[in-house]
């Protein structure tokens, strides 16, 4: 892992934030860890600066960290979260987080899991996919042709779409998980919505939308084409 990661602490016990922030910003994996006192403190943070990782606590002083996980993906935050609980549970992953831990933990523990998750973001950034007569190319939002003779601007939230049915080629994803995983569950999202970004989608990439061949509909949900 490359140095110079910038973390982002969302915890609403001070002494935990402290601790973690002592042990790791002497690091060399880190620049730099911000600490935010609250949920609404940490998603003003997140939107005005790009982190590399969130460190999410499940337990906060004006929301739920479920709540604070899925008003981050919403506002389309897209860093890995790491969320860390007091008990054995997963429905921060179903809120868009993409790991938990649970408390109390060890340094050692922590460590590995952030660094698992920021490998994998790297992996994901460096990462192209084929698409029928497309690369995808996730980090830039862009579908371009093989031949070069076009280019595809996507956005984030086609990206993300498009980006978990590659995870899962060729198997489909239900239309109520694309929905957890994109937005969030978000109060006012609904398949409509989805399936409004799908059509959309299908308008820029496929070559009949009528008879889409790249984005399938298939049980209850969506999966790619060869």
């Known amino acids: 892992m490359s140095a110079g ?26 620049a730099s860890v911000d600490e935010a006192a609250s949920g609404g403190e940490g998603l003003s943070k997140a939107c005005a600066s790009p982190y590399d990782l969130i460190l999410l606590d499940m337990d906060l002083p004006d929301m739920s960290g479920r709540a604070a996980c899925e008003a981050l993906r919403a506002s389309g935050v897209r860093a890995p979260i790491l969320m860390l609980a007091a008990l054995v ?3 921060g992953q179903d809120a868009g987080a993409n790991d938990y831990i649970t408390k109390p933990f060890r340094l050692a523990v922590l460590l590995a899991r ?23 190319h996730p980090a830039a939002n862009v579908l371009s042709r093989e031949d070069g003779k076009k280019k595809i601007r996507l956005t984030e939230k086609e990206t993300a779409i498009l980006k978990r ?3 899962v080629r060729p198997a489909a994803v239900a239309k109520e998980q694309l929905l957890g995983e994109v937005w969030g569950y ?30 399938i509909t298939d049980q209850g949900g969506y999966r790619l084409g060869e």
Do not use: W
């Open 5 to 30: 990661k910038k973390l982002l602490l969302v915890n609403g016990d001070a002494g935990l934030r402290q601790m973690l922030t002592e042990q790791l910003v002497p690091l060399p994996d880190f």
């Open 89 to 91: 549970m997963e429905e």
């Open 114 to 136: 952030i660094r698992a998750l920021l490998r994998q973001q790297t992996l994901e950034a460096e990462t192209a996919f084929s698409l029928g007569p497309y690369v995808f």
């Open 165 to 167: 049915l590659v995870r």
């Open 186 to 215: 978000t109060a006012g999202v609904d398949t409509h919505t989805l399936e409004t970004h799908i059509y959309r989608l299908r308008r820029k990439i496929e070559p009949d939308p009528a008879q889409a061949s790249l984005l």
